[in-house]
């Protein structure tokens, strides 16, 4: 049977998603080996930092590509956040430190949520990764309970999101909305947030996602709103 288009680019996607964890994998053992030197020592973590960027797309590309082949599921179960939180600080702590680029998180440490485990993390994940390339010197990963839903806000003092993003009431429209090229923000990852927080539900409740600039610290924030 011949292969369609839509398979054989989730396959490519795959096959480029090993390749990548190769790289990382050889960067990790290069950058972890006292006996190797570098004329700047930034170098092999700021390649370190493009490659996560471009496997965390790939795994928003596959996810959107299985979202409408209907074929991503969900597996919600209880989870503690700053638990979550610990394990995404290992994931972005290295090379934010070689941006120069300080990453904390703030919760209560018994602060528990019902979501996709892997799904949120990859956002997490993916936004930290975003938030790198516009924060001067802060990230800061932060949950609260709000109206029912778990908060999850990852939010920089870069510049912001831009103004055409912020001004309009609904989300999904923001996303079709805002020339990438413009406003420097790609909109793969909110995109991709959108839909996984839309994937949660709780009753008549449904996840949803929130921009805005100037929370707790005065670049871009994002926020992750779960029921």
Known sequence: MAM?????LASSIHDIK???????????????NDENSFADSRQPSLLQHEVQ???????????????????LTVDIDEHNIEEMFIECMANNRTVCLAL??????????MLN???DLEMVRSVIDSTIGNARRYAKERIQVSAREDSGFLVIRIEDDGRG?????????DTNDQ???????????????????????????????????EVKNGCSLPGGCFELWLP
């Open 113 to 115: 949520g019902f979501f």
């Open 53 to 71: 960027r471009v496997n965390h797309n790939l795994v928003q590309l596959l996810s959107l590509y299985k979202l409408g082949d209907g074929a």
């Open 4 to 8: 369609d288009f839509s398979d054989m």
């Open 18 to 32: 090993n390749s990548l964890s190769l790289i990382s994998t050889t960067l990790a053992e290069m950058i972890g």
């Open 175 to 209: 996303l079709h909305a805002v020339n990438p090229r413009a406003s420097g923000r790609t909109r793969l990852g909110l995109l991709f947030a959108e839909k996984i927080s839309a994937l949660h539900r709780s009753g008549e409740r449904k996840g949803h996602i």
């Open 100 to 109: 120069g680029v300080e990453l904390s998180y703030d919760c209560d440490p």
């Open 161 to 169: 999101f831009p103004p055409e993003l912020l001004h309009r009431s």
